[in-house]
């Protein structure tokens, strides 16, 4: 099992309110990643950090924004959520050189009503 | 950027049988090539993985083939047995220096029929 964190698992808003999904991992890990899977299972990239103070925009554009002001931790924020976010995020990561194995979370499913 | 094609989207197997999934890449560039396992409720994990500069690799009943003229890697599952019903990722990922995104293909549900 990896020592990847994500919580809450399952989250229902109403449209407009402020959330942050959690993400922790206790393998000193620097990279880590944030993907948003579709229902249909595609997942798309969304943010990555290579360490501590480095967030970088991923492949698919999002209205959500991330931080990593501490090794382990990597936040996601949306200031005001929207049906459109309804989704499941996963978030993962990996350690610098060596193997590349990319460690997932169990996810957090987020529906916004 | 990178492109990866998985097929096929679905695949129900008669335990016992074998079961392929074929990815295809888009950028010659890319050497690192993991596969995906995805179980329902839980994060993907890595089942197995292959670089570029191997042609194959066999962990017990699961093997990966990489033909790197092609572009195209391929899963081989044999002997399925009910617990390896999930959906599965390929992804690749390219060899620029510090570079870790793995860009994913869409996903194959693999269902194995007792």
């Known amino acids: 099992e990896a020592d990847i964190y994500q919580t809450p698992r399952y989250l229902v808003i109403g449209t407009g309110k402020k959330i942050t999904l959690e993400c922790s991992q206790t393998?000193?890990?620097?990279?880590m990643y944030w993907y948003q899977q579709d229902p249909g299972m595609e997942l798309h990239l969304i943010h990555y950090?290579?360490?501590?103070?480095?967030?970088e925009k991923g492949d698919l554009s999002s209205e959500s924004t991330v931080s990593r002001i501490r090794t382990e931790h990597f936040p996601l924020t949306l200031e005001s959520a929207r049906p459109s976010h309804t989704s499941q995020y996963l978030c993962a990561s990996s350690a610098t050189g060596g193997p590349n194995e990319q460690f997932f979370g169990p996810g957090t499913r987020l529906t916004v009503l | 950027g990178e492109n990866v094609e998985q097929h096929p989207s679905t695949l129900s197997v008669q335990e016992g049988d074998s079961a392929v999934i074929k990815c295809t890449y888009s950028d010659s560039a890319s050497n690192y090539f993991p596969w995906y396992k995805q179980e329902l409720g839980k994060g993907p994990q890595l089942i197995i993985d292959i670089r570029s500069n191997v042609g194959e690799k066999k962990d017990q009943r699961i093997a990966v083939t990489l033909n790197k003229t092609a572009k195209h890697f391929s899963l081989h599952i044999t002997e399925t047995q009910p617990e390896d019903s999930a959906v599965y990722f390929c992804a690749a990922r390219l060899s620029n220096f510090g570079n870790e995104k793995l860009t994913f293909g869409t996903g194959t549900r693999l269902t194995i029929i007792p």
């Open positions: 950090s290579y360490g501590v103070n480095s967030t």
């Open positions: 393998m000193g890990h620097d990279k």
